[in-house]
């Protein structure tokens, strides 16, 4: 009894002060569990908070990068319908000559090619930016020695969820940006030139290429400002996310850290406990019936 009661003294004062060593160790009051079933329980439903919340920040990333590249796009063409319509004003100059004339087409094929490469880029991974869903396959095809240049994209839009109750749009379709091909801003550009070569170039053309650019014009202005507006969306939402972040991790820390100076008075206490269980364990043991019969 004497020898079974020590030694459970002394397992017992060990695991206690192995386990206050592992608390320092670790900077963790709750190893496991058993330590704190409650604190467990709820540092676990943070921690899983703080995960799902760490996914929402990580996907606000790459929402911001696809919407960056899509509105970079526009931007460009943008600036390529502007320098467009500068060149088809000043085809409307009735003492240009045909050579004149098709300087200024020669130009606007060389912007029409430009503005098939824009509807026609592709993100860092390589897919289409205005192809819709179908992110392998070239939107616009077709150059000027086609009869057209043709949209093979779908009208799907791509969405990225940013938070529990928001999927935030990242793409746009080309036909919505840029036409269809047959009808549109390809085709407004193929017209233009067309007539100019034609050499029966007019003020009605001018006027009829201008309005189709300025029809063109507004559907960027409009889909570049909502893209704007979904990049000033992910900002906000991210700093609110942010202190999420900060947050579920200051409740972590809360539930989980350990009190340096009580854990260290406690291992000092536990320390002279164990030694104190060890030498009773020693001089108990030592004792023998036989050293009462001599």
């Known amino acids: 009894m004497i020898y079974d009661f ?9 695991a206690e002060f192995t386990n206050t060593q592992l608390q320092l160790a670790s900077g963790r009051r709750v ?4 330590d704190d079933p409650v604190a467990a329980a709820r540092a676990l439903e943070v921690s899983q908070s703080k995960n799902v919340n760490g996914q929402f920040l990580e996907n606000m990333g790459y929402a911001r990068d696809n919407l960056r590249q899509v509105e970079g796009a526009m931007t460009a063409a943008t600036e390529l319908i502007t320098y467009a319509r500068t060149r088809a004003v000043d085809a409307g100059n009735a003492t240009y000559t045909q050579p004149e004339l098709n300087a200024i087409a020669s130009d606007l094929r060389a912007q029409y090619e430009q503005l098939r490469a824009l509807a026609n880029t592709r993100d860092g991974e390589g897919n289409y930016l205005f192809a819709g869903f179908s992110l392998n396959t070239e939107p ?8 057209a240049t043709t949209y ?5 839009v791509r969405e990225i969820r940013v938070s ?9 379709p080309g036909d919505l940006i840029f036409g269809d091909g047959v009808t549109g801003l ?22 009829n290429a201008l309005n189709g650019m300025n029809s063109a014009m507004d559907v960027l202005m409009r889909e570049h400002a909502a893209v704007g507006s979904r990049l000033g969306e992910i900002d906000a939402l991210e700093n609110v996310n942010a202190d ?16 340096y100076t009580e854990a260290i008075s406690r291992f000092s206490q536990q320390q002279t406990l164990l030694e104190a269980a060890q030498q009773s364990y020693v001089r108990v043991t030592g004792l023998s019936l036989f050293d009462l019969l001599r």
Not at 140 to 147: E, H, M, R, W
Not at 152 to 156: C, E, L, Q
């Open 152 to 156: 093979a994209g779908d009208a799907g």
């Open 164 to 172: 529990a109750s928001r999927d935030i749009p990242v793409s746009a």
């Open 186 to 207: 390809f085709a407004d550009f193929r017209t233009l030139i067309t007539r100019l070569e034609s050499g029966t170039f007019n003020s009605t053309d001018v006027g």
């Open 6 to 14: 020590g030694r459970n003294a002394m397992m017992r004062q060990t």
């Open 140 to 147: 616009f095809v077709g150059d000027l020695s086609a009869p």
């Open 31 to 34: 190893l496991k569990p058993s």
């Open 244 to 259: 999420f972040d900060l947050q579920y991790a200051e409740t972590l820390s809360r539930i989980q850290d350990l009190d």
